[in-house]
T-cell receptor
Framework: DVKVTQSSRYLVKRTGEKVFLECVQD?????MFWYRQDPGLGLRLIYF???????EKGDIPEGYSVSREKKERFSLILESASTNQTSMYLC?????????????FGDGTRLSIL | AQTVTQSQPEMSVQEAETVTLSCTYD???????LFWYKQPPSRQMILVIR??????QNATENRFSVNFQKAAKSFSLKISDSQLGDTAMYFC????????????????FGKGTHLIIQP
């Protein structure tokens, strides 16, 4: 089974801090994704990466950046955390080899910015 | 850009009943993929079922089946013989293949339907 691991289940940070959310997958997937989930809004795509050192903006990239130095790891960075970034963050990975392959998700990080 | 609409924020049915969750989407693409994901209170997103737009036959997975109407851009999920463990948030999602190699943009999700199965 695919395993996508997010480093923290819960995280509390202060406004203005630089925050790192880490995601690791163990299936050698080329594609990785970061979403945020808010009640009543569903999941929205922040950034994604097709392969190592590649990244593309999703629907809501403002205030975020990402890093993909190794294939298995995809980091989401909040450069200067703000209270409106309090949310659930979900990481996913996918193999592009077969077009209908689904994304596999981690358990999520619930981030609170105080 | 694609949009996905789930018009039922919450539904509640009795155990063993059949329930249908609705999903409509808007796209100009001809080739795409549709998914239903389930998110129980444990927060793990679990794939329920998938459908390729080029396939006319509706996908089925045990008690779960879809009614895919491409012309109407509708993709509803039917759960038969519902069980207590089916209680969860259900998300409909759209994926457009980015290129022939299979790489893709991220998923576009609906806002979700909270399904409650009553004992």
């Amino acid at each position: 089974d695919v395993k996508v691991t997010q480093s923290s289940r819960y995280l509390v940070k202060r406004t203005g801090e630089k925050v790192f959310l880490e995601c690791v997958q163990d299936m050698d997937h080329e594609n990785m994704f970061w979403y945020r989930q808010d009640p009543g809004l569903g999941l929205r795509l922040i950034y994604f990466s097709y392969d190592v050192k590649m990244k593309e903006k999703g629907d809501i990239p403002e205030g975020y950046s990402v890093s993909r130095e190794k294939k298995e790891r995809f980091s989401l960075i909040l450069e200067s955390a703000s209270t409106n970034q309090t949310s659930m963050y979900l990481c996913a990975s996918r193999s592009p080899g077969v077009p209908n392959q689904p994304q596999h998700f981690g358990d999520g990080t619930r981030l609170s910015i105080l | 850009a694609q949009t996905v609409t789930q018009s039922q924020p919450e539904m509640s049915v009795q155990e063993a009943e059949t329930v249908t969750l609705s999903c409509t989407y808007d796209t100009s693409e001809n080739n795409y993929y549709l998914f239903w994901y389930k998110q129980p209170p444990s927060r793990q997103m679990i794939l329920v079922i998938r459908q390729e737009a080029y396939k006319q036959q509706n996908a089925t997975e045990n008690r779960f089946s879809v009614n895919f109407q491409k012309a109407a851009k509708s993709f509803s999920l039917k759960i038969s013989d519902s069980q207590l463990g089916d209680t969860a948030m259900y998300f409909c999602a759209f994926m457009r293949p980015r290129y022939s190699g299979g790489g893709a943009d991220g998923l576009t999700f609906g806002k979700g339907t909270h399904l409650i199965i009553q004992p």
